[in-house]
């Protein structure tokens, strides 16, 4: 369904294309699975804040490749490691933005996933209204395996939507849940075999039938009150930048990387 618009991809690292009155964003960087880096958030920012986004009647969040996302690309804090709290402060600020900015926007979020998500990319899947999944994807939150503190919405989130104890029981044991376990928890609302680009679409296109003005008047009822978002997300934020800065934390990102080298 969405060949046209893959022949259309560029190199962007974020494309925003149209099917009708449906918005389509898509994370465009499937060499390293999508891994998040503060040029593809900042093209996020813009883009969910553009008209173009904001004036569609839905909106598709998708992502090229194998993988939806896996989370903040450890090459990139390596790469900063004499700089990585400035880093590390600018990654997840922007990550949070762009959850802020899903949270916040005017028009129903359907999230189509694949493949891997791990560490902050799920925010993005939180911030949604319906999350479509494959059903090979898998989540995995890797903070205590790597050695950072959660970001992405992990602990200011999810405990609402699955329980606390789910919630701490998933983090401290690093599981990596299959989709048929995410739909159980209720994090998620659609499992398809292949085509879940094609699945989320459907929803939105069903959306984008109903009588605009109260579908965006609900999605802001719904989502009203931000400040407490903003203010855990904040923390988040501030306890990864200090956990990312301690040896712990550098060990375990030069010891990921290599086992990632000698797969």
Known sequence: MLNRIRRAMSKELV????????AILSLNRPARHNALVPELLSRLVSALESDDCRNAAALVLRAEG??????????????????????????????????IGLHSHPVPVI??????VTGGSLGL?????????????TITPWYAEVGFSPDGGWTAMLPRIIGRQNAAHWLFTNA????????ALGLVHHLVDEDCDGAALSWANRVAIMHSGSIRRSRRLLNSGVEWLTQRLEAEREAFVAQVQTEQAMNGI??????????
Request: glycine letters at 8%.
């Open 15 to 22: 494309t925003l294309k149209h099917q009708g009155e449906v």
């Open 66 to 99: 194998r993988s939806f996302s896996t989370g903040g690309d450890l090459l990139g804090f390596q790469q900063h490691r004499d700089t990585i709290r400035d880093y590390a402060h600018q990654l997840v600020g922007l990550l949070n933005k762009v959850i």
């Open 111 to 116: 999230c189509a996933v694949q493949g891997q």
């Open 125 to 137: 899947l939180l911030a949604a209204d319906r999350v479509v999944i494959s059903r090979a994807a």
């Open 176 to 183: 990596s849940h299959d989709a048929q376990t995410c739909l």
């Open 254 to 263: 030069d010891q990921f990387l290599r086992r990632q080298d000698h797969e």
